[in-house]
């Protein structure tokens, strides 16, 4: 399992030990402990759901989520991935808005689950979780500003050789080099955004020009000097 960065200790410790804490009172320990959830969820079971209202936040502490818009037509538009330490759904409880987005597990993971009152007062009291949350809210900012404008700029070749080693950098790689995530055809697609037909024959070119290696729905790059500099990454 990855470990959990160390500002997210905290809520590690929420779970095992929170009256260490020093935060709740004995009335709210109580409630805390008939509130808490600590979820097991197989690959494909929906997380949170675009539109609902949220109750809580999701730590993740293992496996691999996707976060996503259903386009007009229909489509999903995979926005980021998250994965162990992630948090899902703050944003949501800190500007009190529905979620925007819908989450599911790619894996199967393990979460826990945080009431939201329990996360508001931890993060009124701990200001380094409080500032780590800031941390992850500009960097998400600054991923939705990427994909903004890789789909608006970038060929889709282009887009392909920078999502791979996107997901390559937030995912990391197992013992044989592949990265770390099992993607369909279909949703491959719908990361660079472009017809599943178009991203299959990419992923092709990709392997035949040695980019790439393909076993099943797992990618290894085998060049990452080419592959930035065709998708004109910086790194």
Request: aromatic share 8%; hydrophobic share 40%.
């Amino acid at each position: 399992m990855s470990e959990f960065n160390e500002n997210l200790e905290s809520i590690k410790m929420l779970f095992e030990n929170p009256d260490s804490l020093g935060v709740f009172t004995k009335e709210e320990l109580i409630e805390f402990e008939q509130e808490k959830r600590v979820l097991t969820l197989k690959k494909g079971d929906e997380i949170i759901q675009e539109g609902a209202t949220p109750k809580g936040i999701y730590c993740l502490i293992n496996g691999t989520a996707k976060l996503f818009k259903i386009g007009f037509n229909g489509k999903e538009q995979i926005l980021r991935f998250a994965n162990a330490g992630d948090i899902i759904g703050y944003r949501s409880i800190l500007s009190q808005e529905v979620f925007g987005a819908s989450a599911t597990a790619m894996n199967p993971v393990e979460i826990y689950y945080i009431p939201e009152k329990f996360f508001l007062k931890l993060l009124e009291f701990n200001p380094k979780l409080a500032f780590d949350i800031l941390q992850r809210i500009a960097k998400d900012l600054g991923e939705y500003a990427r994909t903004i404008t890789y789909l608006a700029q970038k060929t889709v070749r282009e887009r392909l050789a920078e999502v791979l080693l996107l997901l390559e950098g937030k995912l990391g790689t197992d013992k044989d080099g592949f990265i770390n995530i099992s993607l369909t055809r279909e949703e491959m697609a719908n990361l660079i955004g472009t017809a599943t037909e178009s991203a299959i024959r990419l992923i092709s070119e990709f392997k035949t020009d040695e980019l790439i290696e393909v076993e099943g729905r797992k990618i290894k790059i085998l060049d990452h000097q080419k592959l930035t500099k065709l998708g004109h990454v910086i790194l």
